[in-house]
């Protein structure tokens, strides 16, 4: 027998057993929490000693080896547990919680073989992973994804789907054992996965604030250089059979950890990695994307008495990119002819079809320079600020209708809807 083969049957045992555990340790639990009520014995008050006069009895008599303890007046008698329901607790707790570790800590065995693709070509980091997870254990109904605890505290969202793409059900799980440094998702499958079959998903997440400017600070002519650290590989609980992970960063790559790298990308591949096997990897690329960041978003919808929809948003933005060295020279800035240019010259924004009565303003007053293009199904307006956003510069404005950005992160987001009076 392989020693795989040996592992998963060893492990399918364990968690049968806990579960017999955990069955039988309630079952007894309830047993005796039904039949311990009639099964008193009892102890007879001295006819001496009126009911009445019991407490005293029972204070003046505790040092007896029988005295009563868990008791209740049945006839003039004493009643007595058997044994005491705290012991049997002491026992059955225990257990429980040892089953309940045992079936949370272990997970279907299972292997994969993953192709992950990483964009950096903006201010997010866009993970792009296709799994197909293959049961070399017991029936499972869900697998489970690691993502490392550094990854964890910057994720936007994740979400997965199958081969049909169809959504599939995913939430975070604890294990009363798992390794530091890691938080798992439990993604369910659409239908059980039978011992010996594979299943294919996409995993899809992205990650916030996980490019750091390299160097801090640039001057206004220099371009913007940003460094991702990652894996260079996706790190899992389950052994991984083979994996590519590609890096793509839309800008000329200054260094790079090993990996076979061309202008814009960087490849990795890995065979047979055994479970949570981390080999830290860093890219060192030019990235002259905007990263506009809204640290503060409240948006007001007022409803009229006639039926009218008045959206407006007040925005705070902050440009987390490279901050500016020196002083900025708008006659540099005329001249400047990059293509792309880590300074943000205009702000675009996606507004439903046929929007109407939109306006640019900030705390001053009207804002003029702004551009509204309708298509059929969308309305984009350009809008250029008072001033050109460098690294670590701020600007607030107010926006009419209710923009959708693309690339754009929302740090903190409050919604005022504003009914007329009288309205329920």
């Known amino acids: 027998m392989k020693a795989s083969s040996l592992r998963n049957t060893v492990d399918g045992c364990i968690r049968r057993y806990c579960r017999i555990i955990i069955a039988f340790s309630l079952l007894i639990y309830f047993i005796f929490a039904l039949l311990t009520p009639f099964t008193m014995t009892t102890t007879r008050i ?48 225990p257990l429980l919680l040892i089953g309940a570790a045992w079936t949370n800590e272990l997970v279907p065995s299972s292997k994969l073989v993953a192709t992950r693709n990483v964009d950096i070509s903006t201010q997010l ?19 489970v994804y690691a993502l490392t605890k550094t990854d964890n505290d910057h994720l936007s969202y994740l979400v997965a789907s199958d ?15 798992a390794k530091p440094g890691f938080e798992y998702y439990k993604i369910n499958f659409g239908s059980p996965l039978a011992s010996g079959a594979s299943h294919k998903v996409k995993i899809e997440y992205v990650l916030t604030g996980a490019l750091k400017a390299y160097p801090a600070q640039i001057s206004q002519e220099e371009n913007q250089f940003m460094l991702f650290n990652t894996n260079d590989a996706i790190v899992s609980p389950y052994t991984v059979e083979s994996d590519t992970t590609t890096i793509t960063t839309g800008g000329k790559i200054i260094s790079s950890t090993d990996g076979k790298q061309t202008t814009s990308k960087v490849t990795y591949t890995n065979t047979n990695l055994a479970p949570y096997t981390t080999k830290p990897v860093s890219v060192h690329y030019e990235n002259n994307s905007p990263f506009v960041v809204v640290t503060s978003l409240e948006r007001t919808i007022e409803i009229s008495h006639w039926g009218n929809v008045a959206i407006e948003d007040h925005i705070e933005i902050v440009h987390k990119g490279a901050e500016l060295k020196g002083a900025f020279s708008r006659l540099d800035y005329q001249v400047d002819r990059r293509t792309k240019s880590p300074i943000v010259k205009v702000l675009k924004a996606t507004l439903p079809a046929k929007s109407r009565d939109i306006y640019y303003r900030d705390q001053i007053g009207n804002i003029s320079t702004s551009t509204v293009r309708n298509f059929k199904d969308r309305v984009e307006v350009e809008m250029r600020p008072r001033f050109p956003l460098l690294g670590g510069w701020r600007t607030n404005y107010i926006l009419g209708i209710s923009p959708l950005f693309n690339d754009l992160v929302v740090e903190s987001a409050k919604i005022k809807i504003i009914l007329p009076e009288t309205a329920q």
């Open 46 to 93: 001295p006819p001496q000693i009126s009911q009445d006069e019991y407490h005293f009895y029972a204070q003046t008599n505790s040092h007896r080896e029988n005295a009563p303890t868990c008791q209740s007046y049945r006839k003039g008698r004493i009643a007595k547990w058997p044994f005491e329901l705290e012991k049997m607790l002491r026992v059955i707790i």
């Open 125 to 143: 980091a866009k993970f792009s992973v296709n799994l197909e997870v293959k049961n070399g254990g017991p029936e499972a109904t869900y697998f």
């Open 163 to 177: 081969s049909a793409n169809k959504k599939l059900p995913v939430a975070p799980i604890k294990y009363a054992a």
